[in-house]
């Protein structure tokens, strides 16, 4: 079993708490993903399972045992890094190899090994090549190949394909899904790419200033976002938020009149997000906007434009002509309503 469980993890930088309280459970086999932002605390959480990094409060554990005290090489884990950090001098071979002999494995293992992730990984016939002679995408997997020779109960991932064109990402990205599928591990992933996390995590862990903001699968951290903050983090471009005031029957922004089922009467304000995916072209006329800008994407086109002083964007198929004034209905259903003061979904 490698379970990997946090409870009331906090972690105090120079007196600043950089990671709040976290209590998380990634269960065995599980691929989850940490995404946010920069700077929120992802590679913090990711050293602190690794045991690169002391918690200030709280415990760890990896499988049933907690590992507070336990160095990092005891700890059954391996670290994937966004810099491979290969050995320049050493050929893949002895890159992949480099960890066990360290260990003093004996040679055949190692070469058995080697052989095997080898395979896994598809870098069979570059084992003899230097870091230099390979790709950026071949590189990741030696480093990959590093990892799997150490047979981890947990492999931690901190923003692996960073260092790869956007095209490799894409391509490296099912590869290590399919990674994750071969080897039944449990991996813990960190990106700031809400896409990674999308397409990668069975299920995802959003954090926003060292706070979980929501856990869950991804289809459900799209539809179904705890609040404003994972609303407007997962999903690109991101949803729009209008400030709308509510009145009898309903909510109200610029001159539209929306009617709402649920009644809203004890607030004044609330927030409406829509994606831009979700706003439809001509139709039944719900607003009437100014456009300030289009991007053309191909088969989809971006207009932007302002509601309630506040920059909104509508994802549009390309062929819909849009002049100077563009006319949205919306689905009722398609609309989130959030509180004004604390962003929570109501
Ligand atoms: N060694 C350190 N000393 C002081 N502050 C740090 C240290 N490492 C990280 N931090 C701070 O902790 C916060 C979280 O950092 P980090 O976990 O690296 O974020 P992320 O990986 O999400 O970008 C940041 O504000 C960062 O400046
Ligand atoms: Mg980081």
Redesign the pocket.
């Known amino acids: 079993m490698s379970k990997v469980v946090l409870k009331n993890v906090t972690k105090i930088?120079?007196k600043?708490k950089?990671i709040d309280n976290i209590d998380l459970t990634i269960n065995d086999k599980e691929f989850v993903v940490l995404v946010?932002a920069?700077?929120?605390?992802?590679?913090?959480?990711l050293r602190m399972i690794a045991g690169l990094e002391e918690i200030t409060e709280g415990e760890i554990y990896i499988g049933d045992r907690r590992v507070n005290d336990i160095p990092p090489k005891d700890r059954d884990i391996a670290f994937v890094f966004q810099s491979y950090a290969l050995y320049p001098h050493m050929t893949v071979r002895e890159n992949i190899a480099f960890g066990l002999k360290m260990r003093k494995i004996d040679k055949a293992t190692i070469e058995k090994k080697v052989q095997e992730a080898a395979e896994i990984l598809d870098l069979g016939e570059y084992l003899d090549r230097k870091p230099k002679q390979l790709s950026g995408g071949q590189r990741q997997r030696v480093a990959l190949g590093r990892a799997i020779v150490r047979n981890p109960k947990v492999f931690l991932m901190d923003e692996p394909l960073s260092n790869l064109d956007a095209k490799l990402r894409v391509q490296m990205r099912s590869e290590i899904k399919k990674l994750h599928e071969k080897l039944q591990t449990t991996f813990i992933y960190?990106t700031?790419d809400q896409t990674e996390a999308l397409t990668m995590g069975d299920r995802i862990v959003v954090?926003d200033k060292g706070v979980i903001q929501q856990a869950d699968k991804p289809e459900i951290i799209y539809n179904e976002p705890a609040n404003t903050f994972v609303a407007g983090f997962i999903g690109s471009p991101q949803m729009n938020f209008i400030n709308a005031k509510v009145v009898h029957g309903g909510v109200k922004f610029e001159d539209v009149f929306l009617p709402l089922e649920k009644d809203f009467s004890d607030r004044k304000e609330v927030i409406l997000g829509i994606r831009p995916e979700k706003m439809v072209c001509g139709g039944e006329v719900q607003f009437e906007a100014n456009v300030d800008m289009i991007e053309l994407l191909g088969s989809e086109k971006i207009v932007y434009f302002t509601v309630e002083g506040k920059k909104c964007s509508a994802k549009l198929p390309a062929e819909c002509d849009i002049n100077h004034t563009l006319r949205l209905s919306i689905q009722k259903s398609d609309i989130y309503l959030f509180d004004a003061e604390t962003g929570v979904r109501i």
């Open positions: 930088y120079d600043k950089v946010g920069s700077g929120c605390g992802k590679s913090t959480v960190v700031h954090l």
